[in-house]
């Protein structure tokens, strides 16, 4: 089953808006990762967190790891219609790195 | 493109037919991994190979069937489907169970 809480489901916005996205834990984190997918795409591997309130950006996209290593967010600063997709977080747990449900983004134009 | 290729990319099968899903890595990672994707549901983890040997079969029913010949092959053979298995089956690799997974594009499968 899930073993992480990735909201919102969905999320659409106006192009140049912003939007974030937040994965949460009831447990310790050892680290983890984020993911886009395009529509009619496979996941490609963003980024990947592991330090306490480590903050790494890319471009428009900066991603957090909270303090306790319980939550991670993904925010992207006016988004551009390049930026649809979903967004997954994905977690180390029980041996191997398990998904979160996704956000999906939508941005008109 | 990623280093990870996914054959056929499209299959419709009929419920009684046999088919085989075909994924191989040329990036020299020690792990493969095969997930379904339904419109419904998150990414679920079916079977995990790591050093071609299986780790983990997350309750998978028996009419899927993982083979790892080796470390830059993994197959998923199919028998027996319910129209309930239609989904996106993506083969990913990583250089060990707590890197970065890199995905296959996927083979869109329809069962009719």
């Known amino acids: 089953g899930q073993q992480v809480m990735q909201i919102p489901q969905y999320q659409h916005v106006q192009e140049g808006e912003d939007f974030t996205t937040y994965c949460n834990s009831s447990?310790?984190?050892?680290?983890i990762q984020w993911y886009k997918q395009r529509p009619g795409g496979h996941p490609v591997f963003l980024i990947q967190?592991?330090?306490?309130?480590e903050v790494k950006k890319q471009k428009r996209l900066t991603f957090q790891f909270g303090e306790a290593k319980k939550n991670s967010s993904l925010h992207i600063t006016a988004t551009q219609t390049t930026d649809v997709g979903t967004y997954f977080c994905a977690v180390y747990n029980n041996n191997d790195m398990r998904f979160g449900a996704g956000t999906r983004l939508t941005v008109k134009p | 493109e990623t280093g990870v290729t996914q054959t056929p990319r499209h299959l419709v099968m009929g419920m009684t037919n046999k088919k085989s899903l075909k994924c191989e890595q040329h990036l020299g990672h020690n792990a493969m991994y095969w997930y379904k994707q339904s419109a419904k549901k998150p990414l679920e983890l079916m079977f995990v190979y790591s050093l071609e040997e299986r780790v983990e079969n997350n309750s998978v029913p028996s009419r899927f069937s993982p083979e790892c010949p080796n470390s830059s092959h993994l197959f998923l053979h199919l028998h027996t489907l319910q129209p309930e298995d239609s989904a996106l089956y993506l083969c990913a690799s990583s250089q060990d169970r707590k890197r970065e997974a890199f995905f296959g594009q996927g083979t869109r499968l329809t069962v009719v």
């Open positions: 967190l592991v330090k306490s309130g």
């Open positions: 447990t310790t984190l050892s680290n």
